[in-house]
């Protein structure tokens, strides 16, 4: 099976500038990932939302990349997730465009 989320929009401490470490900033994750679906065991997708969210609130990371590889490690490891995408979108932090990146 292959479950995505997008859009998953919310404003956490994320970043290096100055401003980003005492201002949330609005940031959107999109991601999709595949699983083994066996006698009804599934994923339940608004839980992987909500870990993606709380993992974003509590650790204040500094960089995307970092958020990313923590996420990753987290999600596949907790929902035996066989593949994974994920990507972080800081719509705000630049004023002419989206700034992203993606595992």
Known sequence: MKVKITNLKFKCIIGILPKERVKKQIIIINTSFKYDFKNDIFINYAE?????LSIMIENKFKLIEDALKYLKT?????YEIKKLRIEIIKPTILDNCNVSVSI
């Open 74 to 78: 987290f999600l596949c490891k907790k």
């Open 48 to 52: 992987v939302s909500s870990d993606i």
